[in-house]
C-alpha cells in the first residue's frame, strides 16, 4: 500500500500522481491535511476520473476536519493513526 498525505486543495499534481499510481495497479491511502480536508467526493472524484473505487481509501485528519467543520465528509483519523498508516505503507509520499 502506498500512502499519501496531502495539505493543499486541488494539487494538480498530486492528483495526476495517484491517477497513474492507481492505473498501474498500485493500492492507494490518501489522508487528507490541512486545507486538503476541504476537498469533496465530487473533487476527488473529478481529479480522479473513473477510476476503481476498491483501489482507493481517502481518509481525513480529524483535527483538521473538525476544526474546519467538515468532518462528516471523510473517514476520520487521528495522528496517531496517520503514525501507523506510515509505518505499515510500504511508500510514504507527502504533498
Not at 486543495?9 to 489522508?31: F, K, P
Not at 486545507?35 to 476498491?54: F, H, I, K, Q, R
Not at 483538521?64 to 483519523?77: F, K, N, Y
Request: charged share 30%; aromatic share 4%.
Amino acid at each position: 500500500m502506498e500512502l499519501h498525505l496531502l495539505s493543499r486543495r486541488s494539487d494538480l499534481r498530486a492528483w495526476e500522481h495517484l491517477r497513474a499510481r492507481i492505473d498501474a495497479g498500485a493500492m492507494v491511502e490518501i489522508v487528507l491535511l490541512h486545507e486538503a480536508v476541504m476537498e469533496t467526493e465530487v473533487t476527488v472524484g473529478a481529479a480522479l476520473g473513473g477510476l476503481d473505487p476498491s483501489k482507493l481509501v481517502v481518509m481525513a485528519s480529524s483535527e483538521a476536519a473538525t476544526r474546519r467543520r467538515v468532518a462528516e465528509r471523510w473517514a476520520l483519523i487521528d495522528y496517531s493513526g496517520i503514525i501507523d498508516r506510515c509505518v505499515k505503507a510500504e511508500k510514504v509520499t507527502s504533498w
